[in-house]
């Protein structure tokens, strides 16, 4: 397979790089998102990365990078932790969603297609940089941001794709901060405005992350987490989602002790 121009559109290569791994074998669940943070990190390693105006999100990246202190900037690579670490989140996030699928009475076939595109979530963390996904405190309001422009970096990344699934993992990339009640961000939609897999990928997203430990904080106990699904029914979640979580409670759980939480791993 011949690769695209080092200068065509960052969703082409991811293209290229999914398709060229897919001849290789099946792939695993997560090895589409996984396999995009790795080559984007040797893009960057290598200088291949397209220059600002051919590439929003190194645009949005270098941006980023321009608003911090100088100590606090890098060259865009992100650390092995920074990825080892996204991995596990992404794996979780991606059982998860799979099982909110079929709970929601989705067809296997469905529920392993968002299985595939919700750990694309946060591809845009790529955009972010290391002193900001590794603070070992809360963000200042400058910082959040920044962190905040992941969602539409992630976007970029894979919009110019042909391919489904990365069409798809770009709606989600862009979506999955909104909140049911319009409160959200990067455009405040709200209800069914938000695509359901966005909806199905922000619940599985936040369940993860509470019950992650983080640079900043700890995991959080799961009474706790019981108690914010609870307060963000109808707010921040999809209803129907969050009564799916909770009567199955059980179920997530065992994703948990599947794929454990590593000490200081970020959600």
Do not use: C
């Not at 990246?61 to 100590?71: F, I, T």
């Not at 989140?89 to 059982?95: C, D, G, S």
């Not at 029914?233 to 969050?242: M, N, S, Y």
């Amino acid at each position: 397979m011949t690769p695209p121009d080092p200068s065509s559109p960052m969703g082409e290569r991811l293209e290229h790089f999914w398709r060229s791994r897919k001849e290789e074998g099946e792939l695993q669940t997560t090895e589409i998102p996984i396999s995009m943070l790795m080559a984007l990190d040797k893009m960057v390693q290598n200088g291949t990365i397209p220059s600002p105006a051919e590439s929003e999100a190194e645009n949005l990246r270098q941006s980023a990078e321009s608003r911090l202190d100088p100590a606090q900037q890098a060259n865009g690579r992100k650390s092995a932790m920074t990825v080892r670490d996204l991995s596990g989140h992404l794996k979780r996030v991606a059982a998860y969603a799979k099982l909110l699928a079929l709970k929601l009475g989705m067809g296997e076939k469905e529920a392993n297609f968002i299985k595939q595109i919700a750990p694309m979530h946060d591809i845009g963390k790529w955009a972010i940089p290391e002193a900001i996904l590794q603070k070992p405190s809360t963000l200042t309001p400058e910082e959040w941001e920044i962190m905040k422009t992941h969602t539409q970096a992630g976007y970029e990344m894979l919009k110019d794709s042909k391919l489904d699934v990365l069409q798809m993992g770009a709606l989600v990339a862009v979506q999955h901060q909104e909140k049911f009640d319009g409160t959200g961000y990067p455009k405040g939609l709200k209800g069914e405005e938000i695509h359901i897999y966005s909806r199905i990928t922000t619940v599985a997203d936040v369940f993860d992350a509470l019950g992650s430990e983080r640079s900043y904080k700890q995991a959080w106990a799961t009474v706790d987490i019981i108690q914010y699904f609870a307060e963000g029914r109808g707010t921040h979640f999809d209803p129907q989602l969050v009564d799916l979580l909770l009567v199955n409670l059980e179920e997530f759980l065992a994703i948990r002790r599947d794929f454990p939480v590593a000490p200081g791993e970020p959600g």
